[in-house]
């Protein structure tokens, strides 16, 4: 079974001590942060919806965007990106075994890096895959991916002998993988809030339980579909009656502030 989830606007840039990777991808990210480092700063603020101070920041990350970058200027990916789907991750908690077990079952889908193992080395950056970033492939990154990213999950799906493929990612990521390629059954989760009026999803809270789901596989080593019925984690519980084969329903009460 493989999990993906998205990547994080916002990074938490803290050393870590654990061994690197080098992206797949890292071809493709430095051909992507040049197409970037053309920008103005009014295309930045444009193409992303960024503040006068943001665009700035990145535009000058894509400067300093190096093909081969020196160690202290990257981070482990699941360690780097610090938004709400990485506090339900909390990958700083995972012991060697289970990040070694996340290194072959956990993808991070990416703007930039297309597709990020947990320990693979990343540049600080922000570029939104719904960006629309023209590139010699298309109008924007959706063109510029293509099929390569639905390639690369089938290869990695054929190296671990998995057929599942849990979709934990926003649609706007998961918008990138190119379904009529993918060789895997795809299972979405979702999860609910019920504040006594019927169950609806809260966006903060759903990032944060698809992170904790996508923990829940890699620290239980799920290769069983059936299996994912069994989260609940922060008190969430599976609702076979608003489920569906391919997208499981996991409710729980309103958290009170």
């Not at 079974?1 to 990210?29: C, F, G, H």
């Not at 193992?117 to 510029?144: C, F, V, W």
């Not at 057929?163 to 999860?191: H, M």
């Amino acid at each position: 079974m493989l999990v993906v989830i998205s990547p994080a606007k916002r990074l938490d840039w803290e050393a870590r001590d654990l061994e690197m990777t080098a992206p797949a991808m890292q071809d493709d990210a430095v051909r992507l942060a040049k197409t970037a480092r053309n920008l103005t700063l009014g295309d930045l603020k444009s193409l992303m919806h960024l503040s006068d101070d943001l665009a700035r920041l990145n535009r000058d990350r894509f400067q300093t965007f190096a093909a081969q970058p020196e160690p202290e200027a990257v981070r482990p990916a699941a360690l780097a990106f610090a938004g709400d789907t990485y506090q339900g991750l909390d990958a700083a908690s995972l012991d060697a075994d289970e990040m070694a077990w996340a290194q072959d079952h956990l993808r991070i889908l990416s703007g930039l890096y297309g597709l990020l193992r947990p320990a693979d080395a990343i540049q600080p950056y922000r570029l939104e895959m719904g960006s629309r970033l023209k590139t010699r492939r298309g109008a924007n990154l959706y063109d510029y991916w293509g099929d390569e990213l639905s390639k690369a999950l089938n290869a990695q799906a054929k190296a671990t002998g998995s057929d599942v493929l849990v979709n934990c990612a926003s649609q706007e990521y998961f918008g990138a993988v190119a379904l009529k390629s993918l060789k895997l059954r795809v299972i979405t989760p979702k999860f609910m809030e019920d504040k006594g009026q019927g169950p609806k999803i809260v966006s903060f809270f759903a990032k944060k339980a698809r992170g904790a789901m996508a923990r829940f596989v890699v620290q239980n080593r799920v290769t069983d579909p059936a299996a994912l019925t069994d989260f609940d984690s922060g008190g969430y519980a599976y609702q076979p009656e608003l489920s569906e084969p391919d997208a499981p329903v996991f409710v729980r009460p309103y958290p009170e502030a």
